[in-house]
DNA sequence: GTCTATACCTGGATAGAC
DNA sequence: GTCTATCCAGGTATAGAC
């Protein structure tokens, strides 16, 4: 993407998402407007225009982004080879992933009811497509006799729910570290699930 | 139905109430406005300040009576002896509770960045005082030996959690029964604790 | 108790100067 | 690329007639 000389779109475009980001997950789509997040970028409110069309579409991109991230990071995670060594590897992999993105995550889930329809499609889709994942392996699990679990598709909201729940709750330097947080989750889950 | 003149006050008062339960539930309490409101209730603007003395008092109310019958509706049930009846209990009770309301449960738990930091104080207390009753449940299950979880209020959280997701999924008249459902649900927390 | 009318403010978005 | 100025739609809340 080539661009005149001095200009700052390359600094600015990322500083308005993440400015964006932030606002969003702390007041609110709907609370939040373009002069506060032009002021936390340091802008005034006309120049974001020069990187989002509009306000709909500035969210749509974080969702989406979130989401189409979310997805590639596990893709290139799996490796584990038995039912019982995937759902590890996923639950671990869920945790560690939604505990450093917690504005994103809250995001993605918070305001599926402010996007146009057109974009609600596109971004229930790549929601579905990573469940579909977690559900993959509850049925290799089933049809292998690792797991006992009478609904797969209950199973897969149960546990993604349990374990996106960290967010709620899990405080950097807190009580429990992240292997331990992963660890405890990781043994629920196991249970859970019989295995 | 056409609307008498004459005083509706004692019908009008939950009908409003009603209308922005419905309303900030589907759109998110900042994205409605107290016009909105008062078509749905059929009534002008300006008439809602009969019943509300202002937008956050109406979400605070709707928030404050929710928490409060759910604690409540929670204490009138305890009657089991064990921790794992207790358990059991809590987690049928919480089902059958947030399925039936789950308009109420989005916006106690969306809805809590858009009160006034007074206000947010009152909600975390009572939201607080329901979590207690769980996690108290699994510190008599750990003393008893019942249990075998390694911390109980990771579980507590994550418990907690996985039930409520219920309403992100659940339709009525779906494939799945309510009683099916709560005894899914109740089959994995049960194994999930090591009972 | 409810209406109409309105005060007053803030919202998203655009135009044009620099 | 950013700013200032502005348009206009829509927000909360109130006043006063009926």
Redesign the pocket.
């Known amino acids: 993407m080539a661009?005149?000389t001095?200009?700052?779109?390359?600094?600015?475009g990322p500083r308005v998402r993440r400015a964006a980001l932030q606002l969003f997950a702390r007041h609110g789509y709907?609370a939040?407007?373009?002069?506060?997040?032009?002021a936390e970028v340091?802008?005034?409110?006309?120049?974001?225009?020069?990187?989002?069309?509009?306000?709909?579409t500035?969210l749509f991109d974080l969702m989406r982004d979130h989401l189409q991230d979310l997805l590639d990071a596990y893709g290139g995670e799996t490796s584990a080879q038995t039912p019982v060594g995937q759902l590890e590897a996923f639950c671990k992999f869920h945790l560690r992933y939604h505990i450093d993105r917690p504005d994103e995550v809250f995001i993605a889930y918070m305001e599926l009811r402010n996007l146009t329809p057109e974009n609600f499609a596109v971004i229930e889709k790549l929601r579905h497509a990573y469940e579909d994942q977690l559900e993959q392996i509850l049925e290799r699990g089933h049809k292998s006799g690792d797991f006992r679990v009478p609904d797969n598709k209950l199973a897969t909201m149960a546990i993604i729910a349990m374990l996106t729940g960290v967010d709620t709750w899990y405080q950097e330097g807190g009580r429990l570290t992240r292997e331990r947080v992963e660890r405890i989750y990781w043994n629920m889950v196991r249970r859970a699930v019989g295995a």
């Open positions: 661009r005149k001095g200009s700052h779109s390359d600094i600015t709907a939040v407007s373009m002069r506060q997040i032009a340091g802008v005034q409110a006309g120049a974001l225009y020069l990187y989002t069309p509009d306000k709909q500035l």
